[in-house]
């Protein structure tokens, strides 16, 4: 059997789930930030302004999960809180038009903008956005005779998030761009109307976090798992290397130019256990997850982008500390 | 509001054991520095909870041997802290080299 590296691993078997067995846990040592920092590595794998994929290394689970809970739940971002409803004749009821609207994501960096107090009635430039939303279908007097299309009959059938009009209070114009605050995305259906029906709205969008409600998360997910390891033990060679090829996911097993079976990548292995069902290959592999090497997905809701929202969790939990210390030293 | 204050019950047993309730808080900062404080070498336990999931409350106790807790809280939230800054400056810097042509 090869010998394999040091590193913290779990073993995924074909019944179970077994620790290493020199392995007492990452519990037992002593805490050491400078044995931390020199462990620690962080590599980015991927990044444009949605998505980004990045590796924490060498470090403890409570923390990868504090940092994934913090983007999730604690990370600000704008939406909208409050609807009022002039007018509605179209078939979708207030309530869940309200509840539509406020699921809309905006452009606007929640780093600009402060929470709204508690008790406040009336929203501040600094802390609210308005909105409208005001349309109306008609019948299409030009459409074509002979159709019977929704769009050639009608004006106005469907409702995009691009009819969301923005209103700047106070000094916000010469801040922001209608551009930077409005919906992510031009085309989110709002609602679908026939002649006759008619919006008439007012929209104000103000600071939040996840924690409140789902719809202030500035991630669509952010996750993380092991780094997944296959280790051969044997050579693997003819028929018995395609079938252990379609075990797992593609790309993570390779065939050589003499139909040798070797492990070319497994990052993106799913880790299903599908090569224990068969008996001629089950003792060629060593299924494994690095147990200190946490791969991260993080996928922006469009305010922000990923590594700024990774970053601004991280502060927050800093923060978070400092706050704290200040007051345990303030009273004592 | 004050965020932090103790559990009575522990007043009479001297500084080394308490329980501290933080509000507003949960497991994103009691796991993370339940893990700083229960490997540091004077501490005999550690361990948090979230007593009722409807209620804003955590829970924070610690026993050590001879340190007093408090000054064992303080060193773990400046750990913490100090922990969160030198992810910051990494990731920033790993960003950097990445976006760099």
Not at chain 1, 150 to 164: C, G, K, M, Q
Not at chain 1, 232 to 237: A, G, H, I, P
């Amino acid at each position: 059997m090869p010998k394999l590296e040091e590193k913290p691993r779990v073993f995924l078997e074909e019944f179970r789930v077994k620790n290493a067995p020199d392995d007492y846990g990452m519990a037992d040592e002593k805490w050491n930030f400078k044995k931390f920092t020199k462990k620690f590595r962080i590599v980015i794998v991927r990044m444009d302004n949605t998505e980004m994929e990045f590796d924490l290394i060498g470090i403890q689970p409570a923390f990868a999960n504090a940092f994934r809970r913090l983007m999730l739940s604690e990370v600000p971002s704008m939406a909208i809180e409050k609807v009022m409803i002039k007018n509605n004749t179209s078939i979708i009821q207030d309530e869940v038009l309200a509840h539509r609207l406020g699921l809309i994501p905006l452009k606007a960096d929640p780093r600009l903008f402060e929470f709204r107090p508690e008790n406040a009635e009336e929203g501040t430039e600094f802390d609210t956005l308005e909105f409208s939303l005001k349309i109306k279908c008609t019948n299409n007097k030009y459409g074509p005779k002979d159709s019977f299309r929704a769009e050639d009959l009608y004006e106005n059938h469907s409702v995009y998030s691009s009819s969301i009009k923005w209103h700047p209070i106070g000094n916000q114009a010469s801040i922001h761009k209608e551009a930077d605050v409005g919906p992510v995305d031009d085309d989110i259906l709002i609602s679908k109307m026939r002649p006759g029906h008619e919006l008439d709205m007012h929209l104000v969008a103000v600071k939040g976090i996840g924690k409140d409600h789902a719809k202030f998360s500035p991630v669509a997910t952010a996750s993380y798992r092991l780094l997944p390891e296959v280790t051969l033990t044997r050579e693997v060679d003819g028929s018995e290397a395609t079938l252990l090829q379609s075990c797992f996911s593609p790309g993570v097993i390779g065939l050589d130019s003499d139909g040798k079976a070797f492990v070319r990548d497994a990052r993106y292995d799913s880790c299903s256990r599908n090569t224990y069902r068969y008996d001629c290959i089950k003792d060629a592999v060593i299924l494994s997850r690095i147990r200190d090497h946490f791969i991260f997905n993080v996928e922006s809701v469009g305010a922000m982008p990923p590594n700024v929202i990774f970053v601004e969790a991280v502060k927050i939990l800093r923060d978070k500390c400092k706050t704290l210390l200040d007051e345990l030293n303030s009273f004592s | 509001m004050m965020k932090i204050s103790e559990l009575p019950g522990d007043e009479d047993a001297g500084l080394t054991c308490r329980t501290y309730v933080f509000q507003n808080e949960s497991h994103t900062l009691g796991n993370a520095l339940k893990c700083i404080i229960d490997r540091y070498e004077d501490v005999q336990f550690c361990g948090y909870t979230v007593p009722h999931p409807a209620e804003a409350k955590m829970h924070f106790r610690i026993q050590t041997h001879e340190t007093p807790t408090l000054d064992i809280l303080k060193r773990g939230l400046t750990d913490l802290q100090k922990v969160c800054e030198h992810t910051i400056d990494l990731f920033e810097k790993e960003v950097k080299e990445f976006t760099k042509p």
